[in-house]
Antibody
Framework: EVHLVESGGGLLQPGGSLRLSCVASRFIFSTYEMNWVRQAPGKGLEWISYISSSGSSIHYADSVKGRFTISRDNAKNSLYLQMNSLRAEDTALYYC??????????WGQGTLVTVSS | QSVLTQPPSASGTPGQRVTISCSGSSSNIGVNFVYWYQQLPGAAPKLLIYRSNQRPSGVPDRFSGSKSGTSASLAISGLRSEDEADYYCAGWDDSLSGWVFGGGTKLTVL
């Protein structure tokens, strides 16, 4: 069963930077396409970034393009999200979510990012 | 405003059948699979339906998905109190080159 554990969330001021991590286990991480999805307090799900299994293809939502960078290290079974120029509207629970062969997302438990002065 | 459109709420009584709709366009639902996720209060989302109408192992057959044109729907039969949750549809959008979600439907079991 897919197991994903996010970390790195916290409280920071607008304009700050943060790096989220997601460690994968119990499956072959290098075969999975990975994503970051966030959920603002009391709101719905918002996809923000995708990376292919090899890392060769990357996509971002317009809301984070130019500020966030997704990456992965298959040797370490890890997914990352570098977040720069953070804004109050980036406050959310950030989930990593992976899938294989169009099988639908498996989700971690999320890590909370709060941007506030 | 979400790319995929869902009703914000739905309700039913125990044992009833309820359906939740998801409307998209020719760049997402019209050409790609639809996925449905259930999010119980305080929990991470969980996959309910993949590839528009397939159930992962462990998901009861009370849950079913269908797709027609640029719309999809999730049906829940034999409604139970534990089905009270938020439900989201999702799919890949070829024009946006990204995943899109519906705004979510809050299901209340009366």
């Amino acid at each position: 069963e897919v197991h994903l554990v996010e970390s790195g969330g916290g409280l920071l001021q607008p304009g700050g930077s943060l790096r989220l991590s997601c460690v994968a286990s119990r499956f072959i991480f290098s075969t999975y396409e990975m994503n970051w999805v966030r959920q603002a307090p009391g709101k719905g799900l918002e996809w923000i970034s995708y990376i292919s299994s090899s890392g060769s293809s990357i996509h971002y939502a317009d809301s984070v393009k130019g500020r966030f960078t997704i990456s992965r290290d298959n040797a370490k079974n890890s997914l990352y999200l570098q977040m720069n120029s953070l804004r109050a509207e980036d406050t959310a629970l950030y989930y990593c979510a992976g899938y294989y062969n169009r099988g639908g997302f498996s989700w971690g438990q999320g890590t909370l990012v709060t941007v506030s002065s | 405003q979400s790319v995929l459109t869902q009703p914000p709420s739905a309700s039913g009584t125990p044992g009833q059948r309820v359906t939740i709709s998801c409307s998209g366009s020719s760049s997402n639902i019209g050409v790609n699979f639809v996925y449905w996720y259930q999010q119980l209060p305080g929990a991470a989302p969980k996959l309910l339906i993949y590839r528009s109408n397939q159930r992962p192992s462990g998901v009861p057959d009370r849950f079913s998905g269908s797709k027609s044109g640029t719309s999809a729907s999730l049906a829940i039969s034999g409604l139970r109190s534990e089905d009270e949750a938020d439900y989201y549809c999702a799919g890949w959008d070829d024009s946006l080159s990204g995943w899109v979600f519906g705004g979510g439907t809050k299901l209340t079991v009366l």
